[in-house]
């Protein structure tokens, strides 16, 4: 069971609107810790999406956004397209566990 | 171009041993904390340890204390992660990533490279 849990699987039709929640807790997104993410094609390594909970590494697309309220946090994809169909992870900082912990993932589909 | 290489996965017996490396480029190496992290086949990611960029601190995920150490060399801007004790369990693509953020818990990170495979069988 991960510490920042989100949910198996979300799916979209190209163009449409999908969210990934992130839920976490007062030891990690709750106390402060800045969430990120990650995106995942299969057999290849994560690559980061958002940092710092909003921020976007340069080469990556306006359409993702991220935000972060309370011991939650949420990635957001506007327009989805074909070659956004992949895993999204979750990732912070636990300061119960004293280390960095990771959501399940999420496999977006676009129908 | 920063880049980072990770090598030393293998086949390895139950109980057994094993150290990863993973050289690093692009980058004043011991300016970043490094981390390593796993994925199980099928399965998500996982954090497995992390070094300051001096080594002078580390810390290790509380399934893998006692098992695991990480290690860096800055004069040869290599990363290391010493396994013992292997189980079935650790089977897993390992990732070394370089890190960025001011504090602890705002540490991400910007640079991951290709991962090493090991297997415990």
Known sequence: ?111 | EVQLLESGGALVQPGGSLRLSCAASGFPFSSYAMTWVRQAPGKGLEWVSLIGGSGGSTFYAESLKGRVTISRDNSRNTLYLQMNSLRAEDTAVYYCAKLRGQHYNNYYMDVWGKGTTVTVS
Request: aromatic share 10%; hydrophobic share 30%.
């Open chain 1, 1 to 111: 069971q991960s510490v920042l849990t989100q949910p198996p699987s979300v799916s979209g039709a190209p163009g449409q609107r999908v969210t990934i929640s992130c839920t976490g807790s007062s030891s990690n997104i709750g106390a402060g810790s800045d969430v990120h993410w990650y995106q995942q094609f299969p057999g290849t390594a994560p690559r980061p999406l958002i940092y710092v909970n909003v921020n976007r590494p340069s080469g990556v697309p306006d359409r993702f956004s991220g935000s972060k309220s309370g011991t939650s946090a949420a990635l957001a994809i506007t327009g989805l397209q074909a070659e956004d169909e992949a895993y999204y992870y979750c990732q912070s900082y636990d300061s119960g566990l004293s280390g960095w912990v990771f959501g399940g993932g999420t496999k977006v589909t676009v129908l």
